[in-house]
């Protein structure tokens, strides 16, 4: 419990079975234009810095697109879809995993094809991610899902929200429209070439456990396909990015 001269900082876990709804302990969604790291409201342009230097150095980034973005259901949401997989070709070793409902998916979910939020955890231990981003599901189901993943993972979150900037995230920003997410990718970008930091996925560890991983269609860009880099991010080799997701795979094999 955070004393009076100290305010509750929202970071990953493990916190414990019952973390505490970061809202009670007096982090707020901040005004427009702002956002939160660590339950500190910032600018957005600093919290997209953040944001940016996370997804890119943290173990397995991995996207969980929400139900409100991948059904394509209005003709905004396929551009904002279109914007989100450009933004994820540019994160070296990036995986998608789609959130395709809140069905509780028991006891036959396959981590490696959907994520529920219903049980967040066991899509984040399989594949050992260290740093998501959520990207527009419901706000009540996000909400208890982030205290989910903070109370039993070691996951840095990040949540692209629609309509608000979401308190028990560890880094948030909303609302997001297709504008917002070009210029997070234009920051993510920035940030992997200023040559500052190295990406996980280009690291010696990176590149070992995304060679052994057991299902190559979860990334964005397919492993034999990426693009090569040494420990410094010096180009070798730059080919086309695919990507290949079988959402049904995971669902109808599941369906209760």
């Not at 019952?18 to 409201?41: K, Y």
């Not at 600093?46 to 996370?54: D, N, Q």
Request: hydrophobic share 35%; charged share 25%; net charge negative.
């Amino acid at each position: 419990m955070p004393t009076k001269d100290k305010r509750y900082r929202v970071l990953p876990g493990p916190e414990g079975i019952l973390p505490p709804a970061a809202a009670l302990m007096g982090v707020l969604p901040p005004d427009l234009g702002m956002g939160l790291v660590e339950g500190e409201a910032l600018p957005e342009k600093k919290v997209m810095e953040v944001i940016a230097e996370k997804i890119l150095t943290r173990r397995n980034p991995t996207l969980f697109p929400g139900p409100l973005l991948v059904w394509a259901w209005t003709p905004e949401t396929q551009k904002k879809a279109t914007a989100v997989l450009e933004m994820a070709r540019e994160i070296p070793g990036a995986r998608i995993i789609c959130m395709p409902d809140y069905r509780p998916i028991y006891p036959k979910i396959d981590p490696e094809a959907v994520f529920s939020p219903c049980h967040p955890n066991l899509t984040i231990w399989h594949n050992k991610i260290e740093v998501c981003m959520l990207i527009d599901a419901h706000c009540h189901f996000v909400n208890v899902t982030l205290k989910m993943i903070r109370g039993g993972t070691k996951c840095y979150t990040i949540t692209l929200c629609a309509n608000d900037v979401h308190e028990d995230s560890v880094a948030a920003m909303g609302p997001c429209d297709v504008e917002k997410i070009v210029r997070l990718k234009e920051t993510i970008i920035k940030v992997r070439d200023s040559g500052k930091i190295i990406p996980w996925a280009y690291t010696r560890e990176g590149k070992e456990e995304i060679r052994h991983c057991s299902n190559k269609k979860m990334f964005v860009i397919r492993p034999e396909n990426a693009l090569r880099h040494d420990s410094t991010g010096s180009k070798e080799e730059e080919v086309p990015p695919g990507f290949s997701h079988h959402l049904e795979h995971g669902i109808d094999e599941n369906e209760e």
